[in-house]
Nanobody, 126 residues
Framework: QVQLVESGGGLVQAGDSLRLSCVFS????????MGWFRQAPGKEREFVAA????????YYADSVKGRFTISRDSTVNTLYLQMSSLEPEDTAVYYCAVTRPYFGDDLSSSQEYDYWGQGTQVTVSS
């Protein structure tokens, strides 16, 4: 079955950088869109970034635009989230998510995704 395994989280200081990875397996992902979401304590899960199935279009939440970059390496079945200029407000559990073949245009909605990883904790100290 489809599995998504995140890694790369940790404790960093404000201003530092971190790269999250998500290895996906157990399916065919040629036409799958992929995304990152996060959930802070006491808050709802929120959209962070997404990549269209073609890799030609990426989308970001306003709060991370210019600081985070989403990318995908299909040769190793891995999705990345490069995070820079981290802020304490970025502290959350980060989840990667994948769709089935997808040609829609609402990748900021968690409901569009079919598979989820278990999450990786990112903590940014001030």
């Amino acid at each position: 079955q489809v599995q998504l395994v995140e890694s790369g989280g940790g404790l960093v200081q404000a201003g530092d950088s971190l790269r999250l990875s998500c290895v996906f397996s157990g399916g065919t992902f040629t036409r799958s869109a992929m995304g990152w979401f996060r959930q802070a304590p006491g808050k709802e899960r929120e959209f962070v970034a997404a990549l269209s199935w073609s890799g030609l279009a990426d989308y970001y939440a306003d709060s991370v635009k210019g600081r985070f970059t989403i990318s995908r390496d299909s040769t190793v079945n891995t999705l990345y989230l490069q995070m820079s200029s981290l802020e304490p407000e970025d502290t959350a559990v980060y989840y990667c998510a994948v769709t089935r073949p997808y040609f829609g245009d609402d990748l900021s909605s968690s409901q569009e995704y079919d598979y989820w990883g278990q999450g990786t904790q990112v903590t940014v100290s001030s």
